[in-house]
């Protein structure tokens, strides 16, 4: 993270003349990168942006392309505040008859272990008097992103994509090293445990195609274990596991019935719960989801590629140069995006969203997110910004505050070096 300080540093305390700063210290920086054996191993872009007098003070790469990964959620989380109300739409529902229809908006917030509940979206389905349906029919895309590593199944930072998520479609395993117990939410995993002691590599690990998921006990032996593991999503599973949650039965509905019109909406948590944790904790989950969640309101189907094309061609048409943008979290490397179009979408998000709200949902320098160890201020945060880490790509864009107060907007993307980012 050093060689992004290097950059931060000089810009908050020489940025109070933004004129006076481009005559002294442009030559001088750029020798600096130029001879930097560090930056020379890599690819780096940069721009500074003064949004009040919407002047670029200082430039480098800024009209290439690079791998931006997690930047990518500055993109999703600009188009949910365009798109999405203050209140998250839990599901929508449509009663006929004796029974009650569910479609799933692809709200992430259910039972998510790392959310406040709404209870009031429990206490609906445990009290309603119909039979309960779920229909899936409104999700029409696929549960990996294009271009995730098809590897990378197992961990926590790749759950599966689904319509109605549960659990956040993960299964906690937690022991501590006294404990020879494994303690398993939701229980209902606890069918699928096999023992193999062969298992070498890791003390749990799933099986790719199924929820089997094999446990080396001797590994497990004095050792303390607090970790997810995504399950393998299908219908049947969900409409088991909420029926679990809810204490009545919740049976498929098979039928490819497209949700109506006059289908009603029961809402959950509010929208910076969700912002707060796409931003701060860099959740690549609810970054998928919240792009199914805008195409549920724009279109009533739940597709990412859909979202993103509106986006693109509404809300993003005088971008600087065209995203290369195909998910929502930046697992990705299709996804190509240049410093100067990142730079723009903050300027939008600064002149659209108060700055205390704005500043609030960004990880702050020293203080919180994936930035809460790095960038300390004296006193105040003066960096509020989006980290993107990818194997040898590490990029931060956002705000900077200078010692003067003046707010600045930068995009510092770094790709393609040997080693690690910190």
């Known amino acids: 993270m050093w060689y992004i300080l290097f950059f931060l540093m000089i810009f908050a305390s020489s940025c109070s003349s933004t004129k006076g700063f481009q005559k002294t210290k442009v030559k001088e920086y750029q020798s600096l990168v130029r001879n930097s054996e560090i930056f020379d191993q890599g690819f780096t872009g940069f721009q500074l942006f003064d949004p009040s007098t919407k002047e670029v003070i200082y430039s480098l790469n800024a009209d290439k392309y690079f791998t931006p990964a997690s930047n990518t959620k500055i993109f999703t989380f600009y188009a949910s505040l365009m798109i999405l109300k203050d209140s998250i739409s839990a599901f929508k529902y449509l009663v006929h008859g004796d029974s009650m229809i569910l479609w799933g908006t692809g709200d992430p917030s259910f039972n998510n272990p790392y959310l ?10 445990k009290n309603s008097n119909e039979n309960l349906f779920f229909c899936s029919h409104n999700f029409q895309d696929e549960r990996f992103g294009p271009g995730w590593a098809w590897d990378d199944y197992n961990y926590s930072f790749q759950p599966e994509k689904s319509s109605f998520p549960i659990y956040g479609n993960v299964v906690q395993f937690e022991k501590d090293s006294s404990d020879k117990s494994l303690k ?54 969900f409409v088991v596991l909420l029926s679990d949650i809810i204490g009545k039965k919740v049976r498929l509905l098979e ?18 719960t969700l912002y707060k944790m796409l931003m701060q904790e860099s959740d690549n989950f609810i970054a998928e989801q919240l792009l199914l969640l805008c195409s549920d309101a724009l279109f009533d189907t739940l597709n990412v590629f859909k979202t993103i094309q509106f986006v693109k061609d509404s809300l993003l048409i005088d971008l600087p140069d065209e995203a290369n943008w195909v998910d929502g979290s930046g697992l990705s490397r299709y996804n190509m995006i240049t410093p100067r179009s990142i730079v723009h979408l903050l300027n939008l998000l600064y002149d659209k969203i108060p700055q205390e709200r704005l500043f609030r949902l960004f990880p702050s320098g020293g203080i919180s997110g994936t930035i809460s160890e790095f960038y300390k201020g004296e006193e105040n ?37 040997p080693n690690g980012s910190e």
Not at 192 to 215: A, D, V
Not at 392 to 412: E, M, Q, T
């Open 184 to 237: 398993i939410i939701p229980a209902h995993f606890n069918k699928y445990l096999k023992h193999n002691k062969n298992l070498q590599s890791y003390p749990i690990f799933r099986q790719m195609e199924n929820n089997i998921f094999l446990i080396n006990p001797e590994l497990l032996t004095n050792y303390e274990i607090q970790k997810d593991y995504p399950f393998k999503y299908t219908d049947s599973l």
């Open 255 to 272: 039928s490819e019935i497209l949700l109506p019109k006059n289908a009603k909406t029961v809402f959950s948590v509010p929208a910076d």
């Open 381 to 417: 945060p003066y960096v509020f910004a989006k980290t993107g880490t990818l194997r040898n790509k590490h990029c931060l864009s956002g705000y900077l505050i200078g010692k003067s107060g003046k707010v600045l907007i930068f995009s510092f993307m770094h790709n393609n070096f």
């Open 116 to 125: 406040t509940q709404n209870e009031a979206v429990i206490d609906f389905l």
